[in-house]
């Protein structure tokens, strides 16, 4: 196809899967109308949203892939829940959070299912690629987890620890605390799961905290990435109250907003989300003791 007519479809599909993924929380979150409102607000206000659908990235993708794994588990469909997070595989930093969700809730069909699909998919395409092009990918893979800076790697466009500890630190600090970040944050994501799996109705508030992590330990997460948070908006609503409070709903606005100013204040997205981070395994805990 002609490029105006490959990237016009591209924004359209994107839009379609936007819309499926939203259909699905809603179906299987039981959402009120309020809570349905709020969370189409936030989707339509969102700059990571229109940043995707306008540039044509695979975030949408993305979303409707991971809103798929969420909703299996949910209902307890672990070999799908499995086979949805695999097809993360289009952007392996995806990967690691939902499988390693399931090790921790010992869901050992759909880890198994996950792994399979994912060996299947990584294997079939670096064997179709042939072993240069594999070793050219791993090398450039590597240079790009490691480097700052690169035209393709700006810190200043990114929403995470990684950009946290490349705009705060000395640069010899950069790759130990971000490391030290990671694995604090994948304990905290162990221990949500951990207790989670004893109290099904803590689901919501341990995929906030697994999502949350998600974003936050990426290596790469620039402002369409973020379109992902409309998961954790919706897992959010659902547990609170039918009638959404107004400055609640606001507030939500403000996040949903906030990557439009990243180029203002550096690091303002990425602070909100590991602050989020820290608050939604509070909102773990509570729950737990208040379902105690």
Known sequence: MPFPAAFLLNSLINVLLFAGSIRLLLKNLALSADQRDWLL???FCNFATQAAVFNAHTSALVVYFLTRHVVAQKRDQFSHAGFWAALLSIKPQYLA?????LLVQKK?????AGLTVTFALTIGFFLCLGKDVTGDYIRLAQYMVTHDAEWWSEWRDMH?????????LA????LYTWWAGVAITLGLVAWANWRAQRQPKNFAACWIVNILALLVVSPHL???DLSILIIPCALFLSIGKPQVPVGLGMSLIVIALLPAVNYLLPTIMASTLA???ILSVRLSESQLIRSN
């Open 41 to 43: 607000l936030f989707t």
């Open 97 to 101: 959070i939902p499988h390693f969700a």
């Open 108 to 112: 050992w069909r759909g880890l198994a």
């Open 160 to 168: 995470n620890l990684r950009a946290l500890t490349t705009y705060w």
């Open 171 to 174: 640069p010899n600090w950069h």
């Open 222 to 224: 620039f402002s369409h």
């Open 275 to 277: 602050i989020l981070f």
